[in-house]
């Protein structure tokens, strides 16, 4: 499979829950991103993975605690949300910096509503 | 803090009709980038313009990059409902071994048959 993959597409969650998103890329690039996209608001990087190392954290809440095991996977882990986290959360991957930048390839989405 | 506006954020226009939709900022970035989303789905990268004053086409899209490297435009011929979407820029730059983004909030267009 090609692409970026996205799992799961959508998901409830209620504010005492914990649960995980999955992203996983099989077009061999080594940086990885999780963005946040709200209604009326640009995307929000959130995380940036490059080798499997976190190079960024965009200042973002606790709650929110990305994984990278490999250079293929990255997980964002959820716990005691809030109702105003509730967006569509996008992963992307790059090839890393090299020279010439190819742009981002991203998954659909998981649209994660929080009550 | 780098950010990019566009305009208009909403085009609601006829099938056949001409459009151009504009992103501006006052930073200078190594590369800019448009990206089509549509809903329930994940932004498309369309084009990447790096050099001042470049002009890509990409069938009825034409894009430019402005010559100080801050500005972009993208111009659509005869839209068509296909067409109809949320167009993204993006300008890039290089941070701790990979390229990062900074985004617009986006055109929403919709084309009506």
């Known amino acids: 499979e090609t692409g970026v993959t996205q799992t799961p597409r959508h998901l409830v969650m209620g504010m005492t829950n914990k649960k995980s998103l999955k992203c996983e890329q099989h077009?061999?690039?080594?940086?990885m991103y999780w963005y946040k996209q709200s209604a009326k608001k640009p995307l929000e990087l959130m995380f940036v993975?490059?080798?499997?190392?976190?190079?960024e954290n965009n200042s973002v809440p606790s709650r929110f605690s990305p994984e990278c095991p490999n250079s293929s996977h990255l997980f964002l882990h959820l716990h005691t949300l809030q109702p105003e986290d509730s967006a569509l959360y996008l992963c992307?991957?790059?090839?890393?910096?090299?020279?010439?930048?190819?742009?981002?390839?991203f998954g659909s989405g998981t649209r994660l509503t929080v009550v | 803090t780098q950010l990019l506006e566009q305009s208009p954020q909403f085009l609601s226009i006829q099938e056949g009709e001409n459009l151009t939709v504009y992103c501006n900022s006052s930073?200078?970035?190594?590369?800019l980038q448009w990206y089509r989303q549509e809903p329930g789905e994940g932004p498309v990268l369309l084009v990447t313009v790096v050099t001042g004053g470049e002009v890509k086409k990409l069938k009825r899209l034409t894009f430019q990059f402005g010559d100080a490297r801050k500005d972009s435009s993208l111009h659509i011929t005869a839209a068509q409902p296909g067409d109809t979407g949320l167009y993204l820029c993006?300008?890039?730059?290089?941070?701790?071994?990979?390229?990062?983004?900074?985004f617009g909030k986006g055109t929403k267009l919709s084309v009506i048959p």
């Open positions: 992307a991957s790059s090839q890393s910096f090299t020279g010439e930048f190819h742009g981002y390839t």
């Open positions: 993975y490059n080798f499997k190392e976190q190079t």
């Open positions: 077009l061999g690039h080594n940086a």
């Open positions: 993006a300008g890039s730059y290089s941070g701790a071994g990979s390229y990062q983004l900074t």
């Open positions: 930073s200078v970035f190594s590369s």
